[in-house]
């Protein structure tokens, strides 16, 4: 996870992925952003506005 303060309570999060290699013989890990969000957040933390809107994820186990 990445997170970037921007200005007035504004904060950009990207959550990155590692992807499967392909084939046998991978060289170097895959990585991309599998998420992308811009929020804006209350001085006590609270997330008041969300694009794309977040949802809730059931835990795995």
Do not use: Q, T
């Amino acid at each position: 996870m990445e997170v970037c303060r921007h200005h007035n309570g504004n904060y950009r999060v990207n959550i990155w992925e590692e992807l499967e290699p392909i084939g046998e013989f991978s060289l170097s890990k895959r990585i991309h952003i599998g998420a992308s969000y811009y929020l804006k957040v209350a001085d006590s933390g609270e997330i008041l506005h969300s694009n794309p809107p977040l949802k809730k994820r059931k835990n795995s186990k």
